[in-house]
């Protein structure tokens, strides 16, 4: 598959990481172009509005981060809907709230950047045969919300978004967080969540595997009651944790 690739992605260990699972999926990369914000993605894409320069590349597969420095990747995401390119989005958020406006912003693929390095590679290679990239969480949270056995199921993304976030308020006024439990290990990452650090960089940050900070970070998100790394940061704040 001969394909030029772009990758959206602010974070320089995570496009070198991104760029090294692109390289290992495929055989014939004829080149990786690189983008850290929207405005520089815009004009390499020279999509309208951006400042066009002479002679802008055509990428067949674009990576997309949905949190830049200027703005949201699903702006991105929108802008391409008639791009003829591969979508992906490349994230840290695995929750419904990301997912769902992803999908219908129209990206054609879901992966976690927390996953295995051959697993990123393995999903990416599913592209050559017309099959969807998706990491094995977002696969099964997507296959929950079609068994729900009654016929016509209303997923969490099809709620107004104002009463999804009168929900998730009642739920967490309800049941308090149950903050005091937090290990000092928790309280650690969650403090290098809070500060935007990627879960490789808190491994290496804190001299322990990446696997064992992803265990860390489903016991913060389950004893805080959220479901994602910016929910987590804010209640920690509002709780004076960090």
């Given at each position: 598959m001969a394909v030029k690739v772009l990758i959206v992605e602010d974070n320089p260990v995570a496009r070198s990481f991104l760029t090294r699972v692109v390289r290992e999926s495929f055989s014939d990369v004829?080149?990786?172009?690189?983008?850290?914000?929207?405005?520089?993605?815009?004009?390499?894409?020279?999509?309208?509005?951006?400042?066009?320069?002479?002679?802008?590349?055509?990428?067949?597969?674009?990576?997309?981060?949905?949190?830049?420095?200027?703005?949201?990747?699903l702006e991105l995401l929108s802008a391409l809907s008639a791009y003829p390119a591969t979508k992906i989005v490349t994230t840290l958020?695995?929750?419904?709230?990301?997912?769902?406006?992803?999908?219908?912003?129209?990206?054609?693929?879901?992966?976690?950047?927390?996953?295995?390095?051959?697993?990123?590679?393995?999903?990416?290679?599913?592209?050559?045969?017309?099959?969807?990239?998706?990491?094995p969480a977002i696969a099964r949270r997507l296959l929950s919300?079609?068994?729900?056995?009654?016929?016509?199921?209303?997923?969490?993304?099809?709620?107004?978004?104002?009463?999804?976030?009168?929900?998730?308020?009642a739920s967490n006024s309800l049941a308090a967080p149950d903050h005091e439990r937090l290990t000092p290990r928790e309280n650690e990452v969650l403090t290098y969540l809070s500060k935007?650090?990627?879960?490789?960089?808190?491994?290496?940050?804190?001299?322990?595997?990446?696997f064992t900070v992803n265990d860390h970070i489903k016991s913060i998100y389950k004893k805080l009651n959220v479901s994602s790394r910016a929910e987590a940061a804010v209640l920690a704040s509002k709780q004076g944790l960090v």
């Open positions: 004829t080149g990786i172009g690189e983008a850290g914000d929207l405005v520089t993605a815009r004009r390499m894409l020279g999509l309208p509005g951006a400042s066009h320069h002479n002679g802008y590349e055509v990428y067949k597969l674009i990576m997309v981060d949905l949190e830049l420095p200027d703005g949201n990747g958020y695995s929750d419904d709230e990301h997912l769902f406006p992803a999908l219908q912003c129209g990206a054609d693929g879901y992966l976690l950047k927390e996953d295995r390095f051959e697993v990123l590679v393995e999903e990416l290679q599913k592209i050559v045969r017309g099959q969807p990239p998706l990491s919300h079609f068994r729900l056995g009654d016929g016509s199921p209303r997923l969490e993304h099809e709620i107004a978004p104002g009463d999804f976030q009168m929900q998730r308020h935007g650090f990627t879960i490789k960089e808190i491994a290496g940050l804190m001299g322990i595997k990446w």
